[in-house]
């Protein structure tokens, strides 16, 4: 195992921030992985699920059992981390520009299209590396100008030519869930399982620009783009992500953070990385996935106090009574029912909202939305 602590561009006079990865196994030598956590930096459970998935991984690598490359970067957002407003942490969006942390990110097909027509042929290993080699001269020529985006650069160098990608996050009140690329699902399936998620969010492109869309979009764009062009290139799935949702932000226990690493650890055994001896069976599912587009928002129509009747998890019928949200000043209680069937997989944490705000989300199984289909 070896560390690299990676310098951000300095915003201000005497102050620096850095982002650290560790790298275990030999680059080149397999397959790779890059997992990284709370891009968010209010979404603790990731840090400490890795936190527990270090010693894990460091006994691996020194036994001479990692038949590839792993890189963990237990703490991807240090700018979100350093925010606190009135003792309150602020590590959804960076202060300077208001801008999402996991929003944003480059689209590389249109980057990188023009420059790669000419050396792509018909052996799909090749064009893999070709398309990587691509990405990186775009990574190499880019000049941040911003802390933001210095650590945006610093997170998709360390990623870009990964084979698989997993992104711990997690939402307010909420069980394990995943959001997927369809074109990812196939090759990610296993850890779902592994893992024991309650719902997995599959959506073709969800929009926003999200760092793991970044990475895995870049080549379903490149097979669609070329298809159009009426060129028989084949460009696989080279690199599949996904967003791993571990439960709530006050899951937060030893308990829970060693029981995903090492649901994790598995995965890596199941795919090859990790060459124990051991070769992990891989669970019955929890559930079924569903489409991002069939997910429900619940939102309240008036302010007030929320009062929650469905725990995450519960499974609903369109017209189940969700929440009620009540107006102490007008004595009355607005109610906010399910509107389709499916799994309450999230909800606020706050317990007094505004009008229009979110209360919690529903997978159901029929799309109904368009557009960008992720939150702020």
Known sequence: MHRIDHALLSPSLGSHKSLTSFHFGRAGAGPKIYIQASLHAEELPGMLAAHHLRPLLEAADAAGQVAGEVVLVPVSNPIG???????????????????????????????????????????????VRVVRAAMATHLAAWTPSTELQSMRKTLLSLAFDADIVLDLHCDCEAVM????????????????????????????????????????????????????????????????????????????????????????????????????????????????????????????RGPGVVVFFAEPGQMLKMGDLVAEVVDPIAGVASKVLAGVDGRFYARIRDRYVTAGCEIGKIAGPTPFRTGPLLGN
């Open 81 to 127: 981390l350093a925010q606190r407003l009135d003792h309150k942490p602020m590590g959804r969006f960076e202060l300077g520009s208001s801008e999402n942390f996991n929003r944003h990110y480059p689209d590389f097909e249109t980057e990188i299209l023009p420059e790669i027509l000419g050396k792509l042929g018909t052996d799909a290993d090749t064009n």
């Open 177 to 300: 869930h995943f959001y997927c690329e369809e074109s990812c699902w196939p090759q990610l399936e296993p850890i779902a399982h592994f893992m024991g998620s309650q719902a997995i969010l599959l959506a073709k492109d969800s929009g926003g620009g999200p760092l793991d869309e970044c990475l895995s979009g870049v080549w379903w764009r490149l097979a669609e783009a070329l298809k159009k062009r009426g060129l028989d290139h084949p460009i696989p799935q080279g690199c599949c992500t996904t967003t791993i949702e571990l439960r709530g932000e006050l899951d937060v226990s030893h308990a829970h953070a060693a029981q995903d690493a090492h649901a994790i650890f598995s995965y890596l055994e199941h795919l090859g990385v990790l060459q124990t001896g051991h070769q992990p069976e891989v669970p019955a599912a929890l559930c079924q996935p569903t489409p991002l587009a069939g997910s429900e928002t619940l939102r309240a």
